[in-house]
C-alpha cells in the first residue's frame, strides 16, 4: 500500500506500507547536488551533507552517532549529481525515536567552526582517495570530456581549493536557495502505516516554513571530448560515452534492455567477448545514465597497458555489431526477464523502496505505480528493442576518457 500527502509549504510525504517485515527506512531527500552549482558553489551539497551530522542544538557529533547506534539503528547519507539523501533503518519499535534523530541533524545541524574545518580535511581526503581509485576517476573524466566542467560534468566533491575555502556563510547561503520545503520529499518504506509517518513528519517538519527556493536548470551543452589522464598505475582504464536518451522519454526501458544485452551481466556480449573469450579485461560492463535533458550511454574497462589497443577495438567491434545487426531474439527475453526480477527484488528491500518512491516524487511529481511499471516492461517486443539498439553508439558524438600510465594511440585519432 502506498500513500502521498502534500503540505502547503510544498513538502512532499511517501510512505510505501510493506506487510510482514519488522524494519522502517526512513528517507528525507532533497532536490539539490552536483549538477545544481555554479562553479563557485562545485562541491558544496557534498559539503553539506557530510556538516549535517556534525551537531544540532541539543546534541554533538558524537552523541548523534551514539544514539543512532542505542537504537540499534543504521544512518547515513549520499550526494548525487541531482539529490542528495539523509536516511535511516531501525526496527519497528524505534521507528519513532529514529525519526526524531533524523529530524534533528536534518534541520537544526549548527556547524561548529572547529568541525567544520576538521571535516575540510577529511572530505580532501576523500578527494585523494578518488585520485587514487582509477576506476572511479576514470568515469568522473567521461563525465567532463562528455558534459563539459558544468552540471552533470561534475563529480560532486568539488576541487579540494573550494572546499578548503567554504564559509558558514556560504552553507547558509546554499541551503535558504536549494533546502526548501518545495524541493524535499520525506519517504518511508516497511513496517509503517500511512498515520504513523504523516504524525511523525507533521510533528517535526510542521513548522518548516517556505524558503527563498531557487529552481536551477542544467545547461547542457555536450562536449564529446578526448581526455587522458596519465599516472603511474599498472592498468590503463578506458571509458567511453555516447548519447542516450532523457529520463522522461517513453523508451527508457528499451534503451535498459539493450544495454543489459551489451554490459550489464556476465552473459553480455562485452564480458563474453572482452573477457571470456579473448581475456583482455576483468572488468568490462556498460551502463546508462538518465536525466531530465539528455542521457548518457557508458562502457567501461580495465586493461594491461600491453592490451589496451586490442580492448579499445573489441569493444568497439561489440557495439558496432550492436548497431549494424541489433540483438538476438534470445538476448532480449533474457534481459526483459532480467529487467523484471530486478523489479521484483528491490520491491523486497525497504532501503530500496523508500529510494523508488522518493526519487521518483523528486523527479516526477507522481507515485512509482509497480504494475503499471511491470506492465511497461512485458509490453515490450523484440521489434521495439530493435529499433533502439540501431538509435546507440553513434560514433560522432562519442566522448572517451583513459587513465593510465601512457596515452593510448586512439586518444589520437
Known amino acids: 500500500m502506498v500513500n502521498e500527502k502534500r503540505y502547503e509549504n510544498g513538502l512532499r510525504l511517501v510512505v510505501k506500507q510493506m506487510q510482514g517485515l519488522m524494519s522502517v527506512t526512513m528517507g528525507i531527500l532533497v532536490g539539490t547536488g552536483g549538477a545544481s552549482e555554479t562553479d563557485a558553489e562545485d562541491g558544496i551539497s557534498h559539503f553539506i551533507e557530510h556538516?549535517?551530522?556534525?551537531?544540532?542544538?541539543?546534541?554533538?557529533?558524537?552523541?548523534?552517532?551514539?544514539?543512532?547506534?542505542?537504537?540499534?539503528?543504521?544512518?547515513?547519507?549520499?550526494?548525487?549529481?541531482?539529490?542528495?539523501?539523509?536516511?535511516?533503518?531501525s526496527t519497528m519499535d524505534h521507528t519513532?525515536?529514529?525519526?526524531e534523530l533524523l529530524a534533528d541533524l536534518f534541520l537544526n545541524a549548527t556547524y561548529p567552526e572547529d568541525e567544520m574545518e576538521r571535516e575540510k580535511?577529511?572530505?580532501?581526503?576523500?578527494?585523494?582517495?578518488?585520485?587514487?581509485?582509477?576506476?572511479?576517476?576514470?568515469?568522473?573524466?567521461?563525465?567532463?570530456?562528455?558534459?563539459?566542467?558544468?552540471?552533470?560534468?561534475?563529480?560532486?566533491?568539488?576541487?579540494?581549493?573550494?572546499?578548503?575555502?567554504?564559509?558558514?556563510d556560504d552553507v547558509r547561503r546554499y541551503k535558504k536557495a536549494r533546502y526548501c520545503p518545495e524541493n524535499i520529499v520525506i519517504s518511508f518504506a516497511g513496517a509503517i502505516d500511512f498515520t504513523t509517518a504523516q504524525a511523525l513528519v507533521e510533528s517535526h517538519f510542521g513548522n518548516l516554513e517556505k524558503g527563498c527556493f531557487e529552481a536551477r536548470k542544467a545547461n547542457v551543452q555536450l562536449q564529446h571530448q578526448k581526455v587522458a589522464r596519465v599516472k603511474p598505475i599498472e592498468q590503463v582504464h578506458i571509458a567511453l560515452a555516447?548519447?542516450?536518451?532523457?529520463?522522461?522519454?517513453?523508451?527508457?526501458?528499451?534503451?535498459?534492455?539493450?544495454?543489459?544485452?551489451?554490459?550489464?551481466?556476465?552473459?553480455?556480449?562485452?564480458?563474453?567477448?572482452?573477457?571470456?573469450?579473448?581475456?583482455?579485461?576483468?572488468?568490462?560492463?556498460?551502463?546508462?545514465?538518465?536525466?531530465?535533458?539528455?542521457?548518457?550511454?557508458?562502457?567501461?574497462?580495465g586493461v594491461n597497458p600491453a592490451n589496451q589497443d586490442q580492448a579499445y577495438e573489441a569493444i568497439l567491434d561489440v557495439l558496432k555489431n550492436v548497431k549494424e545487426k541489433g540483438i538476438t531474439k534470445d538476448e532480449f527475453l533474457r534481459s526483459r526477464e532480467q529487467m523484471k526480477a530486478s523489479l521484483f527484488f528491490g520491491n523486497?528491500?525497504?532501503?530500496?523502496?523508500?529510494?523508488?518512491?522518493?526519487?521518483?516524487?523528486?523527479?516526477?511529481?507522481?507515485?512509482?505505480?509497480?504494475?503499471?511499471?511491470?506492465?511497461?516492461?512485458?509490453?515490450?517486443?523484440?521489434?521495439?528493442?530493435?529499433?533502439?539498439a540501431r538509435e546507440m553508439f553513434d560514433e560522432r558524438y562519442m566522448a572517451i576518457s583513459t587513465v593510465g600510465n601512457n596515452k593510448p594511440s586512439f586518444m589520437n585519432e
Open 51 to 89: 556538516m549535517q551530522f556534525k551537531g544540532t542544538k541539543t546534541r554533538n557529533s558524537f552523541e548523534i552517532s551514539d544514539a543512532f547506534d542505542r537504537l540499534g539503528a543504521q544512518v547515513n547519507a549520499f550526494t548525487g549529481k541531482e539529490h542528495t539523501c539523509y536516511y535511516a533503518k
Open 96 to 99: 519513532a525515536a529514529c525519526f
Open 121 to 168: 580535511g577529511v572530505i580532501c581526503e576523500e578527494i585523494s582517495m578518488n585520485e587514487d581509485t582509477p576506476e572511479d576517476l576514470c568515469l568522473d573524466v567521461l563525465a567532463n570530456a562528455y558534459f563539459g566542467k558544468e552540471n552533470y560534468g561534475r563529480n560532486i566533491l568539488g576541487p579540494a581549493s573550494n572546499v578548503k575555502g567554504f564559509t558558514l
Open 242 to 301: 555516447y548519447p542516450a536518451i532523457s529520463r522522461n522519454d517513453s523508451r527508457m526501458d528499451l534503451f535498459k534492455a539493450v544495454n543489459s544485452v551489451i554490459g550489464g551481466s556476465m552473459s553480455s556480449r562485452l564480458f563474453q567477448e572482452v573477457r571470456e573469450q579473448r581475456g583482455l579485461a576483468y572488468s568490462v560492463y556498460s551502463y546508462l545514465s538518465f536525466y531530465p535533458e539528455c542521457g548518457l550511454q557508458g562502457i567501461y574497462a
Open 348 to 388: 523486497e528491500s525497504t532501503n530500496s523502496q523508500m529510494l523508488l518512491y522518493g526519487v521518483r516524487m523528486l523527479n516526477h511529481n507522481d507515485l512509482f505505480d509497480f504494475e503499471k511499471k511491470l506492465s511497461e516492461i512485458n509490453s515490450m517486443t523484440y521489434e521495439m528493442a530493435q529499433e533502439a
